[in-house]
């Protein structure tokens, strides 16, 4: 290279770093705006919290959220994607909610869990999550005021119903649905070893099950063994040889597990929906869904008429299970949501007229509808 060459080598390399050096200055600047503003609207929430405190009312407003949460990505024009400002924004709320009550949250663990995982994304960090050994116990905590909340799988795009769910909304109705969230469920194949060495994978049955073709595929020489979480799988694929998980990417970090595979469910639109359960009610958004459950006589037509109201009412139904009921005889419960909140004339006229076709009727309750995540 000529003098004059790396001259003017030298001299492009100097203003890229004062550039550099400006844009880093930029943001130092920018940060600490950030950081005023932050604190500012937690200043402005704590006050809100002294007022909510005065009147009695929740810390917890799942409607209010979702209406901070539609504002500014619907104001978003990036560079960050929806996935990104919703989560800056999901911890902010879920540190400016602290400075009013440090909510409990019940989960199916142990942690990184997909129902962990669903109760961060609903409640962001800063909350103090209870981790429980059944979908059973996360309801009986709540029931029992040990905790404010609980997160619990209801249904699958895949595999259906989750019938303990279901199950425990017989046990317990008096639990109401204060919001949901979807989860789009990504499945990893997480080991320490390789693949031709696996012998065992561990997983929940769930789980193991929206990845059978691509498991039977890939690893047909390893034997299925179903446990109580994907997270305990990812402990047990650390601790034994030749064994591998199914599991989540955090579960690998938090295990030290190798991402042998990802992303291997056999359905690319896996999704999981989760119910928030606890003792309160969701206020009107607009945009929300009612979940309820009742019994029919067991007789011909009996179910016809009752679906006949949401027709009739025009509501778009967007869920329906059956489930058989606790008595001696062949009987089933139905449980269904649909668009609008309860306090919604023509909801109200519907719940009205259904009644009169049911021998039990029970809102489980009105709550925003949520947009896939993850």
Known sequence: MTRKAESGSNLATGRA???????RSHIDRLDLQILKLVNQRAELASEIGK???????????????????QQVLEANKGPLDENTVRAVFREI???????????????LGPEYSFSHLAAV?????????????????VFEEVNRSHADFGVVPLENSTDGRVADTLDMFLRLPQLKVSAEVRLHVHHNLLANCEQQEIRRIYSKPQAL????????????????????????????????????????????????LRILFADIEDSPHNETRFAVIGGQESRKTGKDKTAIMFKIPHQPGSLVEALNVFKQNKL?????ESFPARSAKPEYVFFVDFEGHQDDPKVKRALAALESH?????????????????
């Open 17 to 23: 770093a004062a550039s550099l050096r400006g844009l």
């Open 51 to 69: 007022l909510k405190n005065d009147q009695g009312a929740e810390v917890f407003s799942p409607a209010r959220e979702e209406e901070i949460f």
């Open 93 to 107: 709320m879920s540190g400016s909610r602290a400075l009013q009550k440090i909510l409990k949250v019940a989960y």
């Open 121 to 137: 994304e609903r409640f962001g960090q800063d909350v103090e999550f209870m981790r429980v050994g059944s979908i059973a116990a």
């Open 209 to 256: 099950s929206q990845c059978r073709n691509w498991l039977s595929k890939n690893v047909p020489h390893a034997s299925l063994h179903e446990v109580a979480s994907t997270a305990t799988a990812a402990e047990l694929a650390q601790r034994e040889p030749g064994a591998a998980a199914v599991a989540s990417r955090q579960a690998a970090v938090r295990y030290g």
């Open 316 to 320: 778009n139904l967007t869920w329906i």
């Open 358 to 374: 049911c021998e039990h009727l029970s809102i489980l309750g009105s709550f925003p509808m949520a947009t896939v995540s993850g």
